[in-house]
């Protein structure tokens, strides 16, 4: 079974633009979390997707949304970047339950320069 | 509130030495425990969990108990290899959202 893909896997923008991540589950899973990992804060948890709908959210700015598709894809969109959004952008995809072990992606390195 | 509290790093060890990496939580209700492990420029692996107090997970020659009455999830291993060197991270999963804690990075020298 193919694991988690992200795809870009880095990425450089400047301030003011916006960016769109992808992350595609493993096959089957139709739960998808998205995190930010910096050095500073480690993994922070952004939001979780299940069905299309989003189940969970975490303390980040509306500048920061997503989305997920009818096949489980989901995209995350960060709009007006900042130099704070520099990070390592992780997916992670479960079976159905958030509770249940998540399967990380290799990440989309972003810097915003 | 929910979160997990682990040993600060750096952590360097020669090979063949004994690891142990403290892992402490709070939490409401009944939560899973995880230990997840990040090589460079990779994202993270699960390395074990344990759904329910005085279960052990176990992997790779890793293992942790959860102990409910000390809120903890200590990851130790016997013998750690230079294949090890990672970044260690603990969380636990409420039912409603994972959280982890700040990592704990491992390096062994041969």
């Known amino acids: 079974k193919a694991g988690v893909t992200q795809t870009p896997r880095y990425l450089i923008k400047t301030r003011g633009q916006q960016v769109t991540l992808s992350c595609s589950p493993i096959?089957?899973?139709?739960?998808v979390s998205w995190y930010q990992q910096t050095p500073g804060q480690g993994l922070q948890f952004l939001f979780e997707?299940?069905?299309?709908?989003?189940?969970n959210k975490g303390n980040f700015p509306g500048r920061f949304s997503g989305r997920q598709f009818s096949n489980s894809r989901s995209e995350m969109n960060v709009s007006t970047l900042e130099l704070g959004d520099s990070a390592l952008y992780l997916c992670?995809?479960?079976?159905?339950?958030?509770?249940?072990?998540?399967?990380f992606g290799p990440g989309t390195r972003l810097l915003v320069l | 509130g929910n979160s997990v509290t682990q040993m600060e790093g750096p952590v360097t060890l020669s090979e063949e030495a004994f690891l142990t990496i403290n892992c402490t939580y709070t939490?409401?209700?009944?939560?899973?425990l995880f230990w997840y492990v990040q090589y460079p420029g990779e994202g993270l692996q699960l390395l074990l969990k344990?759904?329910?107090?005085?279960d052990k997970g176990s992997n790779k020659g890793f293992e942790a108990t959860y102990r409910k009455e000390t809120t903890s999830f200590h990851l130790e291993k016997g013998s750690v290899q230079v294949s090890d060197s990672a970044v260690y991270f603990c969380?636990?999963?409420?039912?409603?959202?994972?959280?982890f804690g700040t990592g704990t990075s491992l390096t062994v020298i041969p």
């Open positions: 096959s089957g899973h139709r739960s």
């Open positions: 992670a995809s479960s079976s159905s339950l958030p509770e249940e072990t998540q399967y």
């Open positions: 969380a636990l999963n409420t039912g409603n959202q994972f959280y």
């Open positions: 344990a759904t329910k107090a005085d």
């Open positions: 997707y299940f069905s299309e709908t989003q189940r």
């Open positions: 939490a409401t209700g009944y939560p899973s």
